[in-house]
């Protein structure tokens, strides 16, 4: 893998949650400081035992590499993440070839993730395998500003019901919410 590693120190105080203490995520070259910050936070709402933050490519046959994702023992895709994706017609080609996992979008923000949803509808995907979440743009933004090569994260709590999250990143402390929708 080519581009800028980011280290991230993690730690949950969340008795439910459990995430992995060290995750080091591969910056390329195209992704902006925003794909990252939501490649983790998705990652850490959605975690499961098994997800790894820097995607697989699908096959050799099919260059395309997720953001983060889980996988088979026999290496196909479970869980395939994706970052404000701007081609939605990549992710029917995805969805074509991994036919049996499901697609994780995360978004910046309400608007984006409404578009997204719009999106997955225009290119006629099957329904039911689709998710999208969404945070706050100013959280997403504030950090983006403190994102440095090594970064510390403790979550505090995480809940999808009600969607809540409190977390402290580099140091800033975020109460906050975030929203799901899916297709």
Known sequence: MRGFHYHFDLKSHDPGRIIPEHVEIVRHEWEEGR????RLLA????????MEINGRPL??????????GKWDLEKRPLIWGECEPEDYKRIKKISTKASGCQILISTSSEPIAVESLASLKRQKLRPGRYR???FDPEMVQEM????DRRNTFTLIQASLEP???QF?????WFDTTFGEMNY
């Open 163 to 165: 969607p809540s999250f």
């Open 59 to 68: 096959s050799d046959d099919a260059p395309y590499q997720p953001a983060f």
């Open 144 to 147: 983006m500003d403190h994102l």
């Open 168 to 172: 402290d990143f580099n140091g800033l």
């Open 35 to 38: 794909h990252l910050v939501l």
């Open 43 to 50: 990652f850490v709402v959605a975690f499961e035992e098994g």
């Open 132 to 134: 999208i979440l969404f």
